[in-house]
């Protein structure tokens, strides 16, 4: 069955950088889209960052853009958000979405004020 | 960017038919925008209901449906269960530059 898993969320200083990443299983993950989608505490879901199958297509919410890089290794069925310049409001668990249609657990990422 | 809505909450009956609606700042909701509809039960990672304005996945409960209704989104559920309490999230692709944006959420109760 599809499988999903982040992994990298911890406590990160303001200003510093930390990279998610999710396994992927279940499915031929080179042949589709994967999403980041992220959710702060008590809030709503924000989509983050979209990649292609064969990762050179990559766009981003203007919240994150030119801080955050979406990438992937399709021999090693992974994804990954870099997460540079963090501030306090990127504070959240962070979802690895397969086509929009399968969800992993989540990962949480805080960043203090 | 543009804004997408949602009525904050909802009540509905058990056994009772509710719609919730999704709407977008920039005008009418179309097929183009390949409206998603997602569940998200307290301390749960949300879960796909509808995709591509009405088509649903394996999962997906047959008392939910989506369709395109006066310029909006619009999720319907028929014969509420108290299990389908929950927030429910739309969300609609803009285009390449950016390209998806969720709407605020409509928290559902089933009273």
């Known amino acids: 069955q599809v499988q999903l898993v982040e992994s990298g969320g911890g406590v990160v200083q303001p200003g510093r950088s930390l990279r998610l990443s999710c396994a992927a299983s279940?499915?031929?993950?080179?042949?589709?889209?994967m999403h980041w989608v992220r959710q702060a505490p008590g809030k709503g879901l924000e989509w983050v960052a979209v990649?292609?199958?064969?990762?050179?297509?990559?766009y981003y919410a203007d919240s994150v853009k030119g801080r955050f890089t979406i990438s992937r290794d399709n021999s090693k069925n992974t994804l990954y958000l870099q997460m540079n310049r963090l501030r306090p409001e990127d504070t959240a668990v962070y979802y690895c979405?397969?086509?929009?249609?399968?969800w992993g657990q989540g990962t949480l990422v805080t960043v203090p004020s | 960017q543009a804004v997408v809505t949602q009525e904050p909450s909802l009540t509905v009956s058990p056994g009772g038919t509710v719609t919730l609606t999704c709407g977008s700042s920039?005008?009418?909701?179309?097929?183009?925008?390949?409206p998603y509809w997602f569940q998200q039960k307290p301390g749960q990672a949300p879960r796909t209901l509808i995709y591509?304005?009405?088509k649903k996945h394996s999962w997906t409960p047959a008392r939910f449906s989506g369709a395109l209704l006066g310029g909006k989104a619009a999720l319907t559920l028929s014969g509420a269960q108290p299990e389908d309490e929950a927030e429910y999230y739309c969300?609609?692709?803009?285009?390449?530059?950016?390209?998806?944006?969720f709407g605020g959420g409509t928290k559902l109760t089933v009273l």
């Open positions: 920039t005008g009418a909701v179309t097929s183009g925008h390949y």
């Open positions: 990649i292609s199958d064969d990762g050179t297509n990559k």
């Open positions: 969300l609609l692709f803009y285009d390449d530059t950016r390209p998806w944006v």
């Open positions: 979405v397969w086509g929009l249609g399968h």
């Open positions: 591509d304005t009405s």
């Open positions: 279940g499915f031929t993950f080179s042949s589709y889209v």
